[in-house]
């Protein structure tokens, strides 16, 4: 299994930002242009993009969809974009497809409605990417406002027989924290399905990469990079090149 580095672009009111732990009160904006942070990490390699629409999110309906669609549009086709926050009907999905997304995420719907998530495997096969983020191993949903009492490995053994294409895991505590990640829990999923994991969460720099890397075997199939690639705490050309080096 290959391992990608996924840059983070989370938008919110049109800028490019981070939170701590999802709080939109710790906000820090980091660039007012998206498209051109997308570019930035496209130029230095990134052959993966992650952008999640945190209005979005919180709203339950894809704001800044201009913007996403202007990123979609110019680089869907040069390399591989997923995209989540507030997806929560096939027109959405479908449009985001168009427009060149590789994968659509789904977050608070697969949990709420997941006869939704099933009919959008079914409708988009090899798409859609189910976003989990938890607290203290519950589910959260709604923009990480509400918990749910399902735990993970729950729910990612009920989409998997969906059809979807992996797992996004997201340790809520740990996100924007450069902590490091929560490895032992993103283990225990990667080995309860047979579907790729993808890890989110606290990377606070090389070091959690190499932990990362060599679990790939085991079905983790890359990791989310934010606060710490803004910050330049983790240079993505050393990271690229440990991705080669530890994969070699």
């Known amino acids: 299994m290959?391992?990608?580095?996924?840059?983070?672009?989370?938008i919110r009111d049109g800028n490019c930002v981070r939170l701590l732990q999802g709080e939109f009160s710790k906000e820090t904006i980091f660039s007012?242009?998206?498209?051109?942070?997308?570019?930035?990490w496209i130029s230095r390699g990134a052959k993966n993009?992650?952008?999640?629409?945190l209005d979005g999110a919180s709203s339950g309906k894809l704001t800044n969809d201009y913007l996403v669609k202007t990123?979609?549009?110019?680089?869907?086709?040069?390399?591989?974009?997923?995209?989540?926050?507030g997806i929560r009907d096939m027109n959405?999905?479908?449009?985001?497809?168009?427009?060149?997304?590789?994968?659509?995420?789904?977050?608070?719907?697969?949990?709420?409605?997941?006869?939704?998530?099933?009919?959008?495997?079914?409708l988009f096969p090899g798409c859609m990417i189910v976003a989990l983020d938890a607290k203290n191993d519950k589910v959260a949903t709604n923009g990480?406002?509400?918990?749910?009492?399902?735990?993970?490995?729950?729910?990612?053994?009920?989409?998997?027989?969906?059809?979807?294409?992996?797992?996004?895991?997201t340790d809520i505590m740990r996100d924007g924290m450069m902590k490091g990640v929560n490895l032992e829990s993103t283990l225990a999923?990667?080995?309860?399905?047979?579907?790729?994991?993808?890890?989110?969460?606290?990377?606070?720099g090389l070091s959690d990469l190499r932990r990362l890397i060599k679990c790939s075997a085991e079905g983790i199939s890359g990791v989310i990079l934010g606060r710490a690639l803004y910050e330049g705490k983790l240079d993505f050309e050393e990271a690229l090149e440990l991705v080669?080096?530890?994969r070699a």
């Open 32 to 40: 007012k242009d998206p498209q051109e942070v997308a570019e930035k």
């Open 92 to 122: 959405t999905i479908e449009e985001l497809v168009t427009y060149g997304a590789s994968r659509v995420i789904i977050g608070t719907a697969a949990v709420k409605t997941p006869e939704f998530l099933q009919d959008a495997c079914r």
């Open 71 to 85: 990123i979609l549009n110019e680089y869907g086709r040069k390399v591989s974009i997923q995209v989540g926050g």
């Open 144 to 169: 990480w406002s509400e918990l749910s009492s399902n735990t993970v490995i729950e729910l990612a053994k009920e989409y998997q027989s969906f059809g979807v294409e992996g797992i996004l895991y």
């Open 189 to 204: 999923l990667a080995r309860s399905v047979d579907i790729p994991i993808i890890a989110s969460g606290g990377v606070s």
């Open 2 to 10: 290959t391992f990608s580095l996924i840059p983070a672009i989370d």
């Open 244 to 246: 080669g080096i530890e």
């Open 49 to 53: 993009i992650h952008i999640i629409d």
